[in-house]
């Protein structure tokens, strides 16, 4: 029994670690009118320059997975306002049918305390295999062990994004998600799952 533990404690971590800091919270998409994507420019807004760079090439080489043809926005025009016209012009000259529009809705740091309990050895392990311990009773098995409890400061930051493809010359709004991330303000995986999260409704909608 003892040997499962580390086993376990792995499992448990790597369950930990795979979980998605992105949730999508509502969607909606214009049936009617909504086609699948074939190409799309891939534009981040009110994202740290840094942020959107490396968000804009995440999702579009998620979208190209899916034969997207995906250009992030960055890439054309680097600098953080893109005129209408000189991206208009682009859109057409390229051919592409839908552009993305992902942007921070709002932000809020959050400050957590977390308390770590780490247990270690106060003398010599009891003699003998495990099975062997069981004999030398309960209560050596209660004294072998004892635990100290560290407490550390965390941060979090509470992200609320908004997602809105446009399609009909890309002037008509087909489909909007919003999506919740809850992750390190430094952490880059929060947005890889932001993008898996919105590519991942995109196909469930059809769109790709």
């Known amino acids: 029994m003892f040997s499962r533990f580390p086993i376990f404690l792995l499992v448990l971590a790597g369950l930990l670690t795979s979980c998605s800091t992105a949730q999508v919270k509502a969607t909606w998409t214009d049936a009617e009118i909504a086609e699948k994507v074939d190409s799309v420019l891939v534009v981040g807004v009110a994202i740290r320059k840094n942020r959107r760079q490396l968000f804009e090439t995440t999702l579009a080489k998620k979208l190209s997975k899916y034969g997207v043809r995906a250009i992030p926005s960055f890439t054309v025009f680097p600098k953080e306002e893109m005129s209408q016209e000189a991206t208009s012009e682009y859109i057409q000259k390229q051919k592409i049918d839908t552009v993305m529009v992902v ?11 977390v308390a770590e309990t780490t247990a270690h050895t106060i003398r010599e392990r009891p003699l003998g295999t495990p099975y062997y311990s069981r004999f030398n009773g309960w209560y050596a098995d209660y004294t072998y062990w004892t635990t100290t409890v560290g407490t550390y400061d965390t941060g979090y930051v509470l992200s609320n994004f908004e997602a809105n493809l446009y399609q009909q010359g890309n002037t008509s709004m087909v489909w909007s998600t919003f999506v919740e991330v809850y992750a390190h303000d430094d952490d880059a995986k929060g947005v890889n799952d932001l993008a898996d999260a919105l590519v991942k409704q995109m196909k469930k909608d059809g769109l790709i």
Not at 103 to 113: C, E, G, T, Y
Request: hydrophobic share 35%; aromatic share 0%; no cysteine.
């Open 103 to 113: 942007k921070v809705l709002n932000s809020k740091a959050i400050k957590k305390r």
